[in-house]
């Protein structure tokens, strides 16, 4: 009962009853004993009234009046004379005195606890003020014993009546949480069971129907989650469709470009002084396309194939992606400056440094011909102790808001009309594969900057924590 929420909450609704039942009991306990003792006084009042109309009254009557009050000496002062009114012999001596009249509540629930928890029987004197002023005061003696067996009783009437009203209130509260919360709540886990069984179908998603204002925002939580899921099921299912064609369409442009290749092997045996300068790029760009088809065909199977990392000449590399996109620009004004320093050697996968670096450049060229007004692209490098740093940076317009909120995310980044958005996600892929970042530096009206970190460490941690730097640089 207790790993259900039904049995818990009628569980502790009994326990917390019965707990203010408990800061309850301790005052009416002593508010028992007070009644208890002034009941007394006022029948020792009203015994003593017979010795007042008759000055000798025998013995045996005196012993039936004392009995039927339960005391044993009955004192009341009248006219400031103190009268011994009706006497018999005490058990035992007095041990305490307690003045009804003074007494106040903290001191009347420490008397009476006491007294709760004390099973001695004992001979105490009460002093109280006689009821309608009939004297200054009255005092009598009692024991102890009947007065805590009473106080014993009305403790358990009071124990069973607080079990009783915890049950109920248990009761009522379980059928009214029953109705208003747990119904519901068995209402919104069978729809989260129904959506799970087909999260495609878009009918099986919630909707919000609850009264209760947290159990609203929990179903129309649910219902964001549910719809989220729903689209990306079905665009990861488009997703994969379109994996397969594209595995398809690479196949077979992988064995184009071979046949491609064969005929650029004949151009370079050429002794045209054009041909021949221009014959390698040829060469060049055809064999990185056949590589890229080739790694499209592998994405397919799994993901990005893993970098081969070799130390590499950056400006080289550079250079070789802006001879391939000034032949791209056209009769457009743009620019192209390669500022990485003389010698600087990277560490990096040749191919998959070269289709980032050419991605980052292409998008900048086709932001600044779309402007139609003049613009430059530049690419700088620099370094430090841990990392390299690769900036690609343009004057165009500025990255839309729309493109820099999913700028990494496939078919939803794209920063141009009629982009896919897949050029960022794979360079951002690719650089992760190194170790490294691809991050938005800035982007405005004066222009976009992107910036490339690849990590001189090899992956292995120090004993600080920090990443361990390339053991040995090769020139």
Not at 57 to 84: K, T, Y
Not at 286 to 300: D, K, N, P
Not at 351 to 373: D, F, H, K, M
Not at 423 to 428: D, F, Q, V, W
Request: hydrophobic fraction near 45%; proline fraction near 4%.
């Amino acid at each position: 009962m207790f790993n259900s929420l039904s049995g818990r909450l009628v569980i502790l609704t009994t326990i917390f009853v019965m707990l203010a039942e408990v800061l309850i009991f301790v005052p009416s306990i002593a508010r028992f004993r007070e009644d208890y003792l002034m009941n007394r006084l006022e029948r020792a009042q009203i015994a003593s009234l017979a010795l007042l109309a008759d000055d000798m009254i025998d013995r045996e009557l005196e012993a039936e009046l004392l009995e039927n009050a339960g005391v044993f000496n009955v004192v009341l002062r009248r006219d400031q004379v103190r009268q011994l009114m009706l006497a018999s012999q005490l058990p035992q001596p007095i041990s305490q005195t307690f003045d009804m009249r003074e007494d106040g509540a903290a001191v009347l629930i420490r008397d009476a606890l006491t007294r709760f928890v004390s099973p001695e029987n004992e001979v105490i004197r009460v002093i109280g003020a006689p009821v309608r002023d009939a004297g200054l005061l009255i005092e009598i003696t009692m024991e102890t014993t009947p007065l805590r067996d009473a106080m014993i009783d009305y403790g358990i009437r009071i124990l069973i009546l607080s079990a009783v009203i915890s049950i109920f209130t248990a009761f009522l509260l379980f059928i009214a949480m029953r109705a208003l919360l747990l119904k519901p709540i068995k209402g919104v886990v069978g729809h989260m069971q129904n959506y799970a069984e087909a999260p495609e179908d878009a009918r099986r998603i919630i909707t919000p129907s609850a009264s209760v204002t947290e159990l609203r925002e929990a179903e129309e939580a649910l219902q964001k989650l549910e719809t989220d899921l729903t689209q990306a099921l079905r665009q990861k299912d488009r997703l994969a469709q379109l994996g397969s064609a594209v595995s398809k369409i690479s196949h077979d442009l992988r064995n184009i470009l071979t046949s491609a290749q064969l005929f650029t092997d004949r151009i370079e045996m050429s002794e045209d002084p054009t041909v021949k300068r221009m014959a390698p790029k040829l060469v060049s760009s055809i064999t990185r396309a056949v590589h890229l088809c080739e790694s499209t065909l592998a994405f397919g199977k799994a993901e990005e194939p893993s970098p081969t990392l070799t130390m590499l000449p950056l400006a080289d590399l550079v250079e070789e992606v802006i001879d391939s996109e000034r032949l791209a620009v056209g009769d457009a004004d743009v620019s192209f400056a390669c500022a990485v320093p003389f010698g600087m050697m990277v560490r990096a996968d040749p191919e998959q440094l070269y289709r980032v670096l050419a991605n980052l450049i292409r998008n900048a060229r086709q932001a600044l011909v779309s402007t139609g007004t003049a613009g430059e692209i530049s690419v700088d490098a620099r370094e430090d102790d841990e990392a390299w740093w690769v900036d690609v940076t343009d004057t165009g317009p500025g990255l839309p808001a729309k493109a820099q909120e999913h700028l990494f995310t496939p078919f939803q980044g794209g920063a141009r009309k009629g982009g896919s958005g897949l050029g960022l996600a794979i360079s951002a892929e690719l650089i992760r594969g190194h170790g490294g970042t691809l991050e938005l530096a800035r982007t405005g009206q004066d222009g976009t900057c992107f910036t490339i970190c690849l990590p001189k460490g090899d992956g292995t941690m120090t004993s600080n924590g920090k990443v361990a730097a390339q053991s040995e640089v090769v020139a």
